[in-house]
Protein backbone atom coordinates (compact mmCIF):
# COMPACT_ATOMS: atom_id res chain seq x y z
CA UNK A 1 0.00 0.00 0.00
CA UNK A 2 1.38 3.10 -0.94
CA UNK A 3 2.65 5.37 1.92
CA UNK A 4 0.79 8.10 3.50
CA UNK A 5 1.14 11.99 1.99
CA UNK A 6 2.88 14.30 3.64
CA UNK A 7 3.39 18.14 2.32
CA UNK A 8 5.36 20.70 4.24
CA UNK A 9 2.73 23.57 4.44
CA UNK A 10 3.96 25.49 7.51
CA UNK A 11 1.14 26.89 9.45
CA UNK A 12 0.86 29.35 12.26
CA UNK A 13 -0.36 28.42 15.54
CA UNK A 14 -3.48 30.97 15.65
CA UNK A 15 -4.74 32.41 18.96
CA UNK A 16 -7.43 34.42 17.23
CA UNK A 17 -7.92 33.49 14.00
CA UNK A 18 -10.54 32.90 11.57
CA UNK A 19 -10.08 29.18 10.59
CA UNK A 20 -12.67 26.46 13.26
CA UNK A 21 -11.19 24.33 15.48
CA UNK A 22 -8.72 21.60 14.20
CA UNK A 23 -9.51 17.96 13.99
CA UNK A 24 -7.25 15.61 15.97
CA UNK A 25 -6.05 12.56 14.09
CA UNK A 26 -4.10 9.38 14.48
CA UNK A 27 -2.71 8.22 11.56
CA UNK A 28 0.31 5.42 10.70
CA UNK A 29 3.50 6.85 9.32
CA UNK A 30 2.91 4.69 6.35
CA UNK A 31 -0.32 2.90 5.04
CA UNK A 32 0.24 -0.64 4.40
CA UNK A 33 -0.14 -4.04 5.81
CA UNK A 34 1.49 -4.68 9.41
CA UNK A 35 2.15 -8.26 10.85
CA UNK A 36 3.89 -9.68 14.31
CA UNK A 37 6.92 -8.28 15.12
CA UNK A 38 6.63 -4.72 12.87
CA UNK A 39 7.31 -1.66 15.25
CA UNK A 40 4.74 1.12 13.44
CA UNK A 41 5.28 4.84 13.48
CA UNK A 42 2.02 6.79 14.82
CA UNK A 43 1.47 10.35 15.00
CA UNK A 44 -1.00 12.78 16.53
CA UNK A 45 -2.22 15.74 14.92
CA UNK A 46 -3.82 18.56 15.11
CA UNK A 47 -4.74 19.76 11.99
CA UNK A 48 -7.47 20.96 9.10
CA UNK A 49 -5.49 18.81 6.14
CA UNK A 50 -5.74 15.07 7.48
CA UNK A 51 -1.92 14.17 7.05
CA UNK A 52 -0.15 17.62 7.52
CA UNK A 53 0.77 18.68 10.64
CA UNK A 54 -0.92 22.29 11.77
CA UNK A 55 -0.59 22.98 15.82
CA UNK A 56 1.09 21.70 18.48
CA UNK A 57 -0.77 21.55 21.24
CA UNK A 58 0.30 21.02 24.54
CA UNK A 59 1.29 17.46 25.02
CA UNK A 60 -0.87 16.62 28.02
CA UNK A 61 -3.80 17.32 26.25
CA UNK A 62 -3.83 14.33 24.05
CA UNK A 63 -3.58 10.48 25.01
CA UNK A 64 -3.14 7.73 22.70
CA UNK A 65 -4.01 4.54 23.69
CA UNK A 66 -4.15 0.41 22.77
CA UNK A 67 -7.20 -1.56 22.04
CA UNK A 68 -6.98 -5.25 21.33
CA UNK A 69 -9.68 -7.25 21.04
CA UNK A 70 -11.97 -4.38 22.32
CA UNK A 71 -10.05 -3.60 25.38
CA UNK A 72 -7.69 -1.97 26.54
CA UNK A 73 -4.39 -2.65 26.86
CA UNK A 74 -1.51 -0.65 29.02
CA UNK A 75 -1.20 2.88 29.88
CA UNK A 76 -0.91 5.71 27.17
CA UNK A 77 1.90 5.67 25.03
CA UNK A 78 4.52 8.09 25.44
CA UNK A 79 4.65 11.42 22.58
CA UNK A 80 7.49 12.88 21.41
CA UNK A 81 7.15 16.52 19.60
CA UNK A 82 8.19 16.61 16.05
CA UNK A 83 8.72 20.47 15.37
CA UNK A 84 9.22 20.00 11.76
CA UNK A 85 6.21 18.13 11.08
CA UNK A 86 3.84 19.75 13.63
CA UNK A 87 2.85 16.74 15.27
CA UNK A 88 3.49 14.20 17.94
CA UNK A 89 5.31 11.10 17.32
CA UNK A 90 5.25 7.41 19.01
CA UNK A 91 5.45 3.84 18.24
CA UNK A 92 3.82 0.27 18.96
CA UNK A 93 5.22 -2.97 18.38
CA UNK A 94 3.17 -5.77 17.40
CA UNK A 95 3.68 -8.78 19.71
CA UNK A 96 1.22 -11.07 17.78
CA UNK A 97 -1.30 -10.85 14.80
CA UNK A 98 -4.32 -9.76 17.45
CA UNK A 99 -6.07 -7.06 15.56
CA UNK A 100 -4.94 -3.27 17.62
CA UNK A 101 -6.80 -0.55 17.40
CA UNK A 102 -5.17 2.94 18.47
CA UNK A 103 -7.63 5.57 20.13
CA UNK A 104 -6.32 8.72 20.43
CA UNK A 105 -8.15 11.40 22.52
CA UNK A 106 -7.93 15.18 22.23
CA UNK A 107 -9.53 15.71 25.87
CA UNK A 108 -11.90 18.05 26.43
CA UNK A 109 -11.33 21.74 26.96
CA UNK A 110 -12.81 25.24 26.07
CA UNK A 111 -12.66 28.22 23.14
CA UNK A 112 -14.95 31.04 22.35
CA UNK A 113 -15.94 32.11 19.15
CA UNK A 114 -15.97 36.64 18.66
CA UNK A 115 -18.45 38.22 16.35
CA UNK A 116 -15.79 39.26 13.97
CA UNK A 117 -15.06 35.04 12.98
CA UNK A 118 -12.11 34.68 15.09
CA UNK A 119 -11.67 32.12 18.02
CA UNK A 120 -9.29 32.21 21.34
CA UNK A 121 -8.88 28.83 23.52
CA UNK A 122 -10.29 29.37 27.00
CA UNK A 123 -13.58 29.86 29.27
CA UNK A 124 -16.01 32.50 28.74
CA UNK A 125 -14.53 34.12 31.58
CA UNK A 126 -10.96 34.31 31.44
CA UNK A 127 -11.11 34.73 27.28
CA UNK A 128 -12.90 37.81 28.47
CA UNK A 129 -10.89 39.13 30.89
CA UNK A 130 -7.53 38.24 28.70
CA UNK A 131 -9.27 39.97 25.32
CA UNK A 132 -11.47 42.93 26.28
CA UNK A 133 -12.26 44.49 23.17
CA UNK A 134 -13.42 41.01 21.36
CA UNK A 135 -17.29 40.44 21.31
CA UNK A 136 -17.79 36.24 22.20
CA UNK A 137 -20.39 35.40 20.38
CA UNK A 138 -20.25 31.63 21.38
CA UNK A 139 -18.35 29.84 24.15
CA UNK A 140 -18.03 25.97 23.66
CA UNK A 141 -16.62 23.03 24.66
CA UNK A 142 -15.18 20.24 22.81
CA UNK A 143 -13.55 16.85 22.43
CA UNK A 144 -12.20 14.77 20.05
CA UNK A 145 -11.32 11.74 19.40
CA UNK A 146 -9.63 9.21 16.80
CA UNK A 147 -9.23 5.58 16.11
CA UNK A 148 -6.84 3.87 13.77
CA UNK A 149 -7.67 -0.20 12.52
CA UNK A 150 -3.78 -0.76 12.46
CA UNK A 151 -4.05 -4.61 11.41
CA UNK A 152 -7.44 -5.95 11.16
CA UNK A 153 -7.82 -9.49 10.87
CA UNK A 154 -10.55 -10.49 8.31
CA UNK A 155 -11.22 -13.31 10.94
CA UNK A 156 -11.94 -10.37 13.89
CA UNK A 157 -15.21 -10.43 15.21
CA UNK A 158 -14.06 -7.39 17.37
CA UNK A 159 -13.93 -4.71 15.23
CA UNK A 160 -17.73 -3.05 15.54
CA UNK A 161 -16.97 -3.10 19.46
CA UNK A 162 -17.45 0.71 21.07
CA UNK A 163 -14.52 1.96 23.09
CA UNK A 164 -16.81 4.10 25.11
CA UNK A 165 -16.31 7.66 23.34
CA UNK A 166 -19.22 10.17 24.35
CA UNK A 167 -18.92 10.26 20.44
CA UNK A 168 -17.86 7.10 18.05
CA UNK A 169 -17.80 6.12 14.34
CA UNK A 170 -18.50 1.86 14.62
CA UNK A 171 -17.08 0.03 11.11
CA UNK A 172 -20.21 -2.08 10.37
CA UNK A 173 -17.70 -3.61 7.73
CA UNK A 174 -14.91 -5.19 8.64
CA UNK A 175 -11.97 -2.54 7.82
CA UNK A 176 -9.74 -5.87 6.73
CA UNK A 177 -12.56 -6.54 4.06
CA UNK A 178 -12.01 -3.06 2.31
CA UNK A 179 -11.03 -2.26 -0.87
CA UNK A 180 -11.96 -0.27 -3.71
CA UNK A 181 -14.82 0.31 -5.17
CA UNK A 182 -16.44 -1.83 -2.50
CA UNK A 183 -19.27 0.22 0.37
CA UNK A 184 -18.51 0.38 3.86
CA UNK A 185 -20.92 0.93 6.71
CA UNK A 186 -20.45 2.89 10.03
CA UNK A 187 -22.73 3.53 12.47
CA UNK A 188 -22.29 6.79 15.10
CA UNK A 189 -22.88 6.52 19.03
CA UNK A 190 -23.28 9.92 21.05
CA UNK A 191 -23.12 8.32 24.46
CA UNK A 192 -23.92 4.61 23.18
CA UNK A 193 -26.91 5.89 21.52
CA UNK A 194 -27.51 5.71 17.57
CA UNK A 195 -27.08 8.94 16.34
CA UNK A 196 -29.84 9.92 13.61
CA UNK A 197 -29.76 12.24 10.97
CA UNK A 198 -26.29 13.82 11.14
CA UNK A 199 -23.98 14.14 8.93
CA UNK A 200 -20.59 12.32 8.51
CA UNK A 201 -18.14 12.66 6.22
CA UNK A 202 -15.47 10.57 4.26
CA UNK A 203 -12.41 11.25 2.52
CA UNK A 204 -8.77 10.09 1.56
CA UNK A 205 -5.25 11.48 2.19
CA UNK A 206 -4.47 12.54 -1.67
CA UNK A 207 -8.57 14.03 -2.10
CA UNK A 208 -7.76 17.91 -2.28
CA UNK A 209 -5.22 17.91 -0.27
CA UNK A 210 -4.59 21.77 -0.21
CA UNK A 211 -8.40 22.91 0.67
CA UNK A 212 -8.97 22.36 4.45
CA UNK A 213 -11.64 20.42 5.64
CA UNK A 214 -12.38 18.99 2.96
CA UNK A 215 -14.29 15.21 1.98
CA UNK A 216 -14.77 13.39 -0.91
CA UNK A 217 -17.96 12.23 0.35
CA UNK A 218 -20.91 13.45 3.09
CA UNK A 219 -24.34 11.50 3.80
CA UNK A 220 -26.32 11.65 6.93
CA UNK A 221 -27.33 8.51 9.21
CA UNK A 222 -30.61 6.93 8.66
CA UNK A 223 -32.63 6.62 11.53
CA UNK A 224 -30.46 3.40 12.89
CA UNK A 225 -27.15 5.93 13.28
CA UNK A 226 -25.99 3.85 10.34
CA UNK A 227 -24.22 5.60 7.01
CA UNK A 228 -22.55 3.80 3.93
CA UNK A 229 -19.95 4.98 1.92
CA UNK A 230 -18.30 3.69 -1.88
CA UNK A 231 -14.60 3.29 -1.22
CA UNK A 232 -13.49 5.18 -4.65
CA UNK A 233 -9.13 5.27 -3.94
CA UNK A 234 -7.15 3.04 -2.32
CA UNK A 235 -5.12 4.47 0.83
CA UNK A 236 -5.84 5.87 4.33
CA UNK A 237 -9.48 6.98 4.65
CA UNK A 238 -11.30 8.97 7.25
CA UNK A 239 -14.72 8.94 8.17
CA UNK A 240 -15.88 12.00 10.46
CA UNK A 241 -18.89 12.78 12.47
CA UNK A 242 -19.61 15.26 14.99
CA UNK A 243 -22.03 16.44 17.67
CA UNK A 244 -23.27 20.09 18.88
CA UNK A 245 -25.82 20.69 21.43
CA UNK A 246 -26.45 22.59 24.05
CA UNK A 247 -24.18 22.50 26.77
CA UNK A 248 -23.92 20.65 30.12
CA UNK A 249 -21.22 23.29 31.19
CA UNK A 250 -22.13 26.40 33.34
CA UNK A 251 -21.40 29.68 31.20
CA UNK A 252 -20.99 27.71 28.28
CA UNK A 253 -23.25 27.72 25.37
CA UNK A 254 -22.25 24.70 22.93
CA UNK A 255 -20.91 21.42 24.02
CA UNK A 256 -19.21 20.33 20.80
CA UNK A 257 -17.72 16.49 20.04
CA UNK A 258 -15.88 15.16 17.05
CA UNK A 259 -15.23 11.88 15.98
CA UNK A 260 -13.10 10.09 13.56
CA UNK A 261 -12.15 6.90 12.48
CA UNK A 262 -9.18 6.03 10.21
CA UNK A 263 -8.33 2.51 8.00
CA UNK A 264 -5.99 1.14 4.90
CA UNK A 265 -7.86 0.45 1.55
CA UNK A 266 -6.35 -1.76 -0.49
Known amino acids: MKKTLFFGIVVGVLFAGTLSAHEFYVIPDEAKDYKAGDTVKINALSTHYFTVGEELEPVEVNEVLVYKNGRKTGGELP ?3 NADRVWYETS ?8 VVIAGNRKGGFYCLFTDGGYADGARAEVGAAMPDKTIATARYFAKYSKLYLNPNADDVSFSTPLGHDLEVIPLTN ?3 LKKGAKAKFKVLYKGQPLANTEVGATWDYYNYKKPDTYAHKEKTDEKGEVSFKLDSKGLWIVRASDTRRSAYPDTDEDNIAAIVVFAVK
Not at 92 to 99: E, G, M, Q, V
Open 79 to 81: LEK
Open 92 to 99: YRLTDNAP
Open 175 to 177: PAK
